[in-house]
T-cell receptor, first 113, second 112 residues
Framework: NAGVTQTPKFQVLKTGQSMTLQCAQDMNHNSMYWYRQDPGMGLRLIYYSASEGTTDKGEVPNGYNVSRLNKREFSLRLESAAPSQTSVYFC????????????FGEGSRLTVL | QQQVKQSPQSLIVQKGGISIINCAYENTAFDYFPWYQQFPGKGPALLIAIRPDVSEKKEGRFTISFNKSAKQFSLHIMDSQPGDSATYFCAASMRGYQKVTFGTGTKLQVIP
């Protein structure tokens, strides 16, 4: 069982370049999320999609765009990468209201030079 | 503004000792408080969760204590083992918004 799959796992970009992080889940979850993890900052929500066809901003949406392509896939796009976007990006899916549980992928490490 | 504050940032505990991580929140609309565990190179995974009408929840060596009036909660790891070495995140969720807000994380190292 794959769960939540993120691609690529590693990427190096130059300032100003664009790229898209891909995320797919096979658990039939309605909700999907993109977080970034930075030392000392924890996990911060960039965008989320409560259901297919909807997307909403999280805490740190500036510089990012998202697309909920279908129920399985949720992509994150950096149109003009900046060094401040160097981070580890995590996609998550599902939301269990009785626990606050999300299911995370293994992350994509992005370096912007 | 950090809605969920977590301390300490890092923690070193000897094998067999007790690891304690503390968190505090501001928003009284939060209705569930999960803890996540993250090993290097992996995504976070749910460890244990508590709802605000319960003062304590124990699962094996892991215990959450919750103080609703103080808006604080903590994770205790009893008899800490080297395999517990990981980063721990406290979090808070609001079921109506389907979102989870995370603390800043605690990197725990258990030394033999």
């Amino acid at each position: 069982n794959a769960g939540v799959t993120q691609t690529p796992k590693f990427q190096v970009l130059k300032t100003g370049q664009s790229m898209t992080l891909q995320c797919a889940q096979d658990m039939n979850h309605n909700s999907m999320y993109w977080y970034r993890q930075d030392p000392g900052m924890g996990l911060r929500l960039i965008y989320y999609s409560a259901s297919e066809g909807t997307t909403d901003k999280g805490e740190v949406p500036n510089g990012y765009n998202v697309s909920r392509l279908n129920k399985r896939e949720f992509s994150l796009r950096l149109e003009s990468a900046a060094p401040s976007q160097t981070s580890v990006y995590f996609c998550a899916s599902g939301f269990r209201p009785n626990t606050g549980e999300l299911f995370f992928g293994e992350g994509s490490r992005l370096t912007v030079l | 503004q950090q809605q969920v504050k977590q301390s300490p940032q890092s923690l070193i505990v000897q094998k067999g000792g007790i690891s304690i991580i503390n968190c505090a929140y501001e928003n009284t609309a939060f209705d569930y408080f999960p803890w996540y565990q993250q090993f290097p190179g992996k995504g976070p995974a749910l460890l244990i969760a508590i709802r605000p009408d319960v003062s304590e929840k124990k699962e094996g060596r892991f215990t959450i204590s919750f103080n609703k009036s103080a808006k604080q909660f903590s994770l205790h790891i009893m008899d800490s083992q080297p395999g517990d070495s990981a980063t721990y995140f406290c979090a808070a969720s609001m079921r109506g918004y389907q979102k989870v807000t995370f603390g800043t994380g605690t990197k725990l190292q258990v030394i033999p």
